[in-house]
């Protein structure tokens, strides 16, 4: 018994054996295999991250369309500019999300309205961290991200709990002495040089080139000491034709050109470097021209600004689009460019109301099908220009011929109080103030010949109180004079667009429309706020102003 006892024993010992020396095998091999796997998933996606376009945005503050060379303006240079749309696309009719800094940054940023965006849909408040900017989500996606001189701004965003500039990784320490005096000292071409020498080559990037030119405030008389002739200047409409207007104007060109100068040495560098090809280089500017009735304003040269993408043999070069864009539209098309087949799950992933540009700049056709029928902008506060700090909430839809704006507080004064109360208290002289127009020599002249028969429409357009409802045919009036609200021939378009852009506000959760508008008063500012006398409407009611919204249409839609 013990005999056959033990054999089995021995039986089952052998057995033993083989069965742990299979398990032994066999979990060797898919050890083996599974690190194989590994290994070729971690290659995989490091080859797919390598494979991705670098991204190079410029970006010029205060730039108003069509202000570069290519677009027929002679009098201003931009050949870097112009290289980028002579070899990529050149857009016509591009628009800021706001005629502002902070909230047309904070725009471009999201991918949002600047009214989806609480305190950074204003201007010098704060950026709330829930919302998401397309810099970080190219950092998850394995890019290393920078930028240089303005990011977004101004504002507060560690006020918010940010831990850095929306725009992205902070370079710049290197300088220069410039040529001009209030032009920045920051060496924006030597800093994109930084930046790159701390990438991994292996490792696509995103730099942002934030140019502070051509902002406020210009060297007086340097375009004339430059060479150029007061005759070369191509005056806006909307501005008196006087030599102290075409000086000022310029000494913006100059700016502009200091800010293309570096460009074009951005883009010799990624030549150098060999990784031109593989660049998508967006040239673009924040909001319009810092002169009256541009800037801060929703008229045509507060939000119509240049725009210009090269992507190598991505994108075939010389064309010119006539398509409607937001600057909102930047941000998802980064993302779709960056994420290249897997840009239906990072879109969805982080829902834009921007449209992607990839597929208008692919399609060798001159016109994209689907092409937006209108864009959107907005304003609330830009600087500290009326009394207890009051905004001058405007909000306005443009479509391929029509200019439609919406003043919802018609008895604020549009460029700020024209008197405000001085540090000792007393009230300053009439026309001292008017601080949502940067000072500057071309208002200057327009307040001191504001009674000149042909500086006198010009002086009260830029600042006299406004209707509550503006129109303008584009085509007809594209320095946006004459308001076509009243005309009796232009009210079917004056209901569709006022009712095209209702249905989009609310849509889009507009506070305007939506029932909480003055939420926009609250938003602390973080610069001077400066003291004006009481306005003269304290006591009255809300102006009687047409509804936005029509029962038979809040889509959004044109009709």
């Given at each position: 018994?013990?005999?056959?006892?033990?054999?089995?024993?021995?039986?089952?010992?052998?057995?033993?054996?083989?069965?742990?020396?299979?398990?032994?095998?066999?979990?060797?091999?898919?050890?083996?295999?599974?690190?194989?796997?590994?290994?070729?998933?971690?290659?995989?996606?490091?080859?797919?991250?390598?494979?991705?376009?670098?991204?190079?945005?410029?970006?010029?503050?205060?730039?108003?369309?069509?202000?570069?060379?290519?677009?027929?303006?002679?009098?201003?240079?931009?050949?870097?500019?112009?290289?980028?749309?002579?070899?990529?696309?050149?857009?016509?009719?591009?628009?800021?999300?706001?005629?502002?800094?902070?909230?047309?940054?904070?725009?471009?940023?999201?991918?949002?309205?600047?009214?989806?965006?609480?305190?950074?849909?204003?201007?010098?408040?704060?950026?709330?961290?829930?919302?998401?900017?397309?810099?970080?989500?190219?950092?998850?996606?394995?890019?290393?991200?920078?930028?240089?001189?303005?990011?977004?701004?101004?504002?507060?965003?560690?006020?918010?709990?940010?831990?850095?500039?929306?725009?992205?990784?902070?370079?710049?320490?290197?300088?220069?002495?410039?040529?001009?005096?209030?032009?920045?000292?920051?060496?924006y071409a030597g800093n994109f040089d930084a930046f790159l020498a701390e990438r991994d080559q292996d490792r696509p990037f995103y730099f942002w080139y934030g140019s502070r030119e051509p902002h406020r405030r210009f060297e007086t008389g340097s375009g004339l000491e430059s060479g150029r002739r007061l005759?070369?200047?191509?005056?806006?409409?909307?501005?008196?034709?006087?030599?102290?207007?075409?000086?000022?104007?310029?000494?913006?060109?100059?700016?502009?050109?200091?800010?293309?100068?570096?460009?074009?040495?951005?883009?010799?560098?990624?030549?150098?470097?060999?990784?031109?090809?593989?660049?998508?280089?967006?040239?673009?500017?924040?909001?319009?021209?810092?002169?009256?009735?541009?800037?801060?304003?929703?008229?045509?040269?507060?939000?119509?600004?240049?725009?210009?993408?090269?992507?190598?043999?991505?994108?075939?070069?010389?064309?010119?689009?006539?398509?409607?864009?937001?600057?909102?539209?930047?941000?998802?098309?980064?993302?779709?460019?960056?994420?290249?087949?897997?840009?239906?799950?990072?879109?969805?992933?982080?829902?834009?109301?921007?449209?992607?540009?990839?597929?208008?700049?692919?399609?060798?056709?001159?016109?994209?099908?689907?092409?937006?029928?209108?864009?959107?902008?907005?304003?609330?506060?830009?600087?500290?220009?009326?009394?207890?700090?009051?905004?001058?909430?405007?909000?306005?839809?443009?479509?391929?011929?029509?200019?439609?704006?919406?003043?919802?507080?018609?008895?604020?004064?549009?460029?700020?109080?024209?008197?405000?109360?001085?540090?000792?208290?007393?009230?300053?002289?009439?026309?001292?103030?008017?601080?949502?127009?940067?000072?500057?020599?071309?208002?200057?002249?327009?307040?001191?010949?504001?009674?000149?028969?042909?500086?006198?429409?010009?002086?009260?357009?830029?600042?006299?109180?406004?209707?509550?409802?503006?129109?303008?045919?584009?085509?007809?009036?594209?320095?946006?004079?004459?308001?076509?609200?009243?005309?009796?021939?232009?009210?079917?378009?004056?209901?569709?667009?006022?009712?095209?852009?209702?249905?989009?506000?609310?849509?889009?959760?507009?506070?305007?429309?939506?029932?909480?508008?003055?939420?926009?008063?609250?938003?602390?500012?973080?610069?001077?706020?400066?003291?004006?006398?009481?306005?003269?409407?304290?006591?009255?009611?809300?102006?009687?102003?047409?509804?936005?919204?029509?029962?038979?249409?809040?889509?959004?839609k044109l009709d």
């Amino acid at each position: 018994m013990m005999n056959k006892i033990n054999e089995r024993l021995k039986g089952l010992k052998v057995k033993s054996v083989i069965s742990v020396l299979c398990y032994l095998i066999f979990t060797h091999f898919i050890s083996c295999n599974n690190n194989h796997t590994e290994t070729d998933r971690v290659t995989k996606e490091k080859e797919t991250i390598k494979n991705r376009p670098n991204i190079l945005f410029a970006i010029s503050d205060d730039q108003s369309f069509p202000h570069a060379s290519i677009y027929g303006e002679e009098w201003i240079n931009t050949p870097a500019f112009d290289r980028v749309a002579r070899e990529g696309v050149l857009f016509t009719n591009a628009f800021s999300a706001s005629p502002g800094c902070s909230p047309s940054r904070a725009a471009i940023l999201t991918g949002m309205n600047p009214w989806q965006l609480e305190q950074a849909g204003t201007h010098d408040s704060e950026f709330p961290t829930e919302y998401t900017v397309f810099p970080d989500i190219l950092e998850k996606m394995g890019y290393k991200v920078g930028y240089t001189g303005k990011g977004w701004g101004p504002g507060n965003w560690e006020a918010s709990g940010r831990k850095r500039n929306p725009a992205g990784d902070l370079y710049n320490d290197r300088y220069t002495k410039p040529l001009l005096e209030h032009v920045s000292t920051t060496d924006y071409a030597g800093n994109f040089d930084a930046f790159l020498a701390e990438r991994d080559q292996d490792r696509p990037f995103y730099f942002w080139y934030g140019s502070r030119e051509p902002h406020r405030r210009f060297e007086t008389g340097s375009g004339l000491e430059s060479g150029r002739r007061l005759d070369e200047v191509k005056i806006p409409a909307f501005l008196p034709d006087s030599p102290e207007v075409r000086s000022d104007l310029l000494d913006y060109a100059l700016e502009i050109e200091y800010f293309d100068q570096h460009l074009a040495t951005m883009i010799a560098k990624l030549e150098e470097i060999g990784e031109l090809e593989n660049t998508i280089i967006v040239v673009t500017s924040d909001n319009g021209m810092s002169f009256p009735s541009a800037k801060a304003n929703a008229y045509e040269y507060g939000t119509h600004v240049p725009l210009a993408i090269r992507w190598g043999n991505r994108v075939k070069g010389g064309r010119t689009l006539e398509d409607l864009v937001s600057l909102i539209d930047l941000a998802p098309t980064f993302l779709e460019a960056a994420a290249g087949s897997h840009s239906a799950g990072i879109l969805k992933e982080y829902a834009m109301e921007g449209k992607s540009l990839i597929s208008t700049l692919k399609n060798k056709n001159q016109e994209e099908e689907g092409a937006r029928e209108a864009v959107f902008t907005s304003r609330e506060r830009h600087s500290s220009s009326r009394w207890n700090n009051l905004t001058y909430p405007q909000r306005s839809i443009r479509t391929d011929d029509y200019l439609y704006i919406r003043n919802f507080k018609p008895e604020r004064w549009p460029a700020g109080a024209p008197q405000k109360v001085g540090s000792d208290g007393k009230l300053e002289p009439m026309h001292g103030a008017y601080h949502d127009i940067d000072a500057c020599p071309t208002f200057d002249f327009m307040v001191e010949h504001r009674n000149d028969p042909d500086v006198k429409p010009l002086f009260e357009k830029a600042v006299s109180k406004r209707p509550a409802e503006e129109l303008f045919n584009i085509k007809n009036d594209p320095y946006c004079l004459v308001n076509l609200a009243d005309d009796p021939k232009s009210q079917k378009m004056l209901v569709e667009l006022r009712t095209a852009l209702g249905g989009y506000l609310m849509q889009t959760n507009d506070p305007r429309v939506t029932g909480n508008g003055d939420i926009y008063e609250t938003y602390k500012r973080y610069s001077a706020i400066r003291k004006f006398p009481d306005p003269d409407w304290l006591d009255e009611n809300e102006s009687n102003i047409p509804p936005l919204l029509n029962k038979t249409n809040n889509s959004g839609k044109l009709d």
